[in-house]
């Protein structure tokens, strides 16, 4: 693929994210294909494309209303594509969850191979997991 159709392909994954579309999400990665989320939380750590299929399904139940996500910089180079993203949405929580984020996608067979996800884990934490710790 193109670096262009790389990116394209990066924005439409963001957008399915936004659209809570997790069937599309999850068909967008490369069979061995696997998410680093980075940081000390509960969430965080490396997940392969089964837990990634429960993850995401669980994330996007915990935002009925959806979680919107804006590309703000999206740079690429080879089959690699960097995406500086914001998100906005009302957790079941009855909190608003308004994240700022950097995501490096690595491309393999026109899929995502490895996805790393940076962003702001004491939101994390405070929000998503409640107040837990992962220490």
Do not use: W
């Not at 957008?15 to 000390?40: F, K, L």
């Not at 914001?86 to 969850?97: A, F, P, T, V």
């Amino acid at each position: 693929m193109s670096v262009e159709s790389n990116k394209q392909f990066i924005g439409e994954f963001i957008q399915a994210m936004s659209d809570g579309n997790s069937e599309a999400i999850i068909n967008a990665y490369h069979p061995e294909g696997t998410v680093a989320t980075m940081g000390n939380t509960l969430i965080s750590g490396v997940r392969g494309l089964d837990e990634i299929k429960q993850f995401a399904e669980g994330v996007l139940d915990s935002f009925p209303n959806k979680l919107a996500f804006n590309i703000k910089n999206i740079t690429a180079e080879g089959n690699m594509v960097a995406v500086e993203a914001e998100s906005d949405g009302l957790h079941i929580s009855g909190q608003n969850y308004h994240q700022h984020y950097h995501f490096l996608f690595e491309l393999r067979d026109g899929k995502i191979y490895r996805m790393k996800e940076y962003m702001d884990t004491e939101m994390v934490t405070e929000i998503l997991c409640d107040g837990q710790t992962a220490g």
